[in-house]
């Protein structure tokens, strides 16, 4: 599905401009890419609606294309749903990973331990697959590889013997769990069994994103039968059907935790769908986020304002704007440390302003006057008082903004030189 995503947004960006009967042509192309992952069309005629409205809702700073993918974005982002992240909050942790033949789930185990383990956590693997002969032996390698101690006795009831005595060691225990090719009675009985004795505080279930659409009918199924906490989606990487997958898990009620990227150890990701869908959609990757953002602004504003920027002479008004082509895109020092020959060596440590630091500076920046934003000096301690209350954040947090904007300032300042200037106009940071 998110191959045709990607494809409607380059339509968007390579149209000269964009008028009602492109909008309606684009409209189409993701009503087919949607209905085509399974979502249901009266969804479907539900997103189409939302993003006419948002697109009618137009906001002068943004320009038409900026108004068409921000609205298509939005909708995408929520069909994704909210990620269901795992909340280590309280020791031992267990977590419980099941799911069918080949889903992937020795493989996330071991990942899994090694995210939690670079995080400090001690770290525990139980392997309790009997069922496929090689299978315990493949959890010893992956523990031995990322140097986390794996239980995995022939028989399950010794394995969960061992775990029971050293239980209170460690911090997070992982059990790997047999897969079958359907969930069928022999399955559910037996992750009941393992439920009885290890008694997960978190069970993940562990699909393939190949499946596509199917992965609605297996996540209910698992769901119903063994109430599970969350899923992870594998494989994302080499599958066109991987989106079908997510949305499937979305609308089916239960949250992705992580994804599996790729085969290796560390290829696997919390599961955020803002970050998700820019990446996809090709908006976090520096090419054609450079390619992107020289075609949707304006040249020659962009030429005055990259003078402007560069300068040092930027306002809130700019930073605004700024903020609001970020948020796509995800930390602010992230973007930065994209743009060759500007590696946080040379910036100060405040730049890396986080997402959700930035929506909080919206706020606060929607509560100023045109006024404020364009001469931030004006803003004296009332000012801010008033502001604050207006944005329903505190004081600090507005203080925060105008901190932020003078090291922004001062940054850009110190940095004449020619390519970067380039650079940061392509980018939209002028
Ligand atoms: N490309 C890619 N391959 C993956 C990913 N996750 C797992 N795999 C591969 O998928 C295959 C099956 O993975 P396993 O972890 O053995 O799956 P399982 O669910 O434990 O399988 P059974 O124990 O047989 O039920 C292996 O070859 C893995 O390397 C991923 O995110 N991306
Ligand atoms: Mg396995």
Known sequence: MFDGVKGIFKKIFRAGYVDEKLLEEIIRDLQRELISSDVDVKLVSQ???NIRENILKKRKEFSKKEQIVKAIYDELV??????GKIDISKKPYKILLVGLFGSGK???SAKLAALYKKKGYKVLLLGVDTFRP???EQLKQL????SVPVYAEKKMKDTFKLFEKDTK???VIITDSAGRDALDKSLIKEIKEINKKFKPDNTQLVLSGDIGQNARKQAEEFHKNLAIKGVIVTKLDGTAKGGGALVACSISGVKVSYVGVGEKITDLEEFHPTRFISRITGMGDLETLLEKAGEIIDEEKAEKDAKKFMSGDINLLDLYEQLGNLEQMGSLDKV??????LSMAKLPKKMDVEEEKMKKFRNVMDSMTKEELENPKLLNASRVKRIAKGAGATESNVRALIKQYNTMKKAVKGLGNKKLMKMMKRFGLG
């Not at 929520?78 to 990620?83: A, C, H, I, Q, Y």
């Not at 523990?143 to 990322?146: F, L, M, Q």
């Open 106 to 108: 020795t493989t996330t």
């Open 169 to 171: 060691k460690y911090d």
């Open 134 to 136: 090689a299978a315990q």
């Open 336 to 341: 930065m440390n994209m743009i060759p020959g």
């Open 143 to 146: 523990g031995e590889k990322i």
């Open 78 to 83: 929520n069909l994704l749903g909210e990620g």
């Open 47 to 49: 997103i189409s609606k």
